[in-house]
């Protein structure tokens, strides 16, 4: 198993313990979910259907119901205690649609979205393909796919300030913009648009870093993680290492930003469907294409 590999059980507790306490720390959340809502204002979809997934707290969904108020809206999350939050938020007017569920294995039936709205929940899955196959699935014809994404620079200075400590994985592993437009093309999105920015959050001291990255999930869930931080000296000259990135009496923390979008096909050949798929379109033919 890659070290990196990512354990989606303790992922899932992660987020399920920091959701009361979310979103007091979610400032960078917030912001990004802002800026990648700016830019549907670029296109003249009017979608029936949206999911919004990874939806955590909540917090862009009214934003979505301004923008389309007639449209409904399924509420997404791997959380159920983010879902409960989601809810409360929304109070009772107009409340979306909630789902637990997970990227890798969606519960919608094909073509059953207009729009996916899926604002920094795709770090947390490290079999891309996969999640936008299911993501393809769900979408209708002509279906828009709208995200963002942390890239690898993310939480550079703690990277290396916890290499200049041991060789463990502390840090996940974050994806490169071109790859997830790779992925893009292989799982037959089209018109793939992306980009990216930095973005610097700045702290008193590491641990005022450390206990914002607990309260918003981000936990080390690696299947390389070491199950402990290893003591107070491991930990001072962790600290020790952070500090020569100290600038203005402030720590950094740097976060690499992907926004992108993507289009499903007005048309799929059926020579280019997935054998599911065929099945689903053609179900009096075999699979393996015979009519007999």
């Not at 790779?182 to 037959?188: E, P, Y």
């Not at 992306?194 to 918003?216: F, G, N, S």
Request: hydrophobic share 45%; net charge positive.
């Amino acid at each position: 198993m890659d070290e990196y590999s990512l354990d989606r059980r303790q992922l899932r507790a992660a987020f399920e313990r920091a959701a009361r306490g979310y979103d007091p720390a979610a400032v960078l959340q917030r912001e990004v979910g802002a800026r990648l809502l700016e830019r549907l204002e670029l296109t003249t979809l009017k979608p029936v259907r949206i999911l919004d997934l990874g939806c955590g707290t909540g917090r862009q969904l009214r934003a979505l119901q301004r923008r389309y108020p007639a449209a409904r809206i399924v509420a997404a999350d791997l959380a159920m205690n983010m879902l409960a939050a989601a809810r409360r938020a929304q109070g009772w007017f107009r409340r979306p649609a909630l789902a637990c569920a997970d990227a890798l294995h969606l519960p919608f039936v094909t073509a059953s979205f207009d729009l996916v709205y899926c604002n920094l929940m795709l770090q947390w899955c490290d079999e891309l393909d996969r999640v936008f196959t299911e993501l393809r699935r769900i979408l209708k014809p002509h279906g828009l796919l709208l995200f963002s994404s942390f890239g690898p620079d993310t939480l550079k200075e703690l990277r290396a300030a916890w290499r200049a400590v041991d060789a463990r994985v502390h840090v996940h592993r974050f994806i490169d913009m071109h790859d997830i437009g790779d992925a893009l093309i292989r799982t037959r999105f089209v018109e793939p648009v992306m980009d990216v920015e930095h973005l610097t959050l700045t702290y008193a001291d590491l641990r005022a870093l450390m206990a914002d990255l607990k309260k918003i999930g981000a936990h080390n869930v690696a299947a390389g993680r070491p199950h402990s931080l290893g003591g107070r000296l491991r930990l001072r000259e962790l600290t020790q290492a952070y500090e020569l990135f100290r600038r203005d009496g402030r720590l950094p923390s740097t976060w690499e930003v992907v926004y992108g979008t993507a289009w499903t096909p007005a048309y799929i050949p059926a020579d280019m469907l997935t054998p599911e798929e065929r099945r689903a379109a053609f179900p009096e033919i075999p699979p393996d294409g015979s009519r007999s």
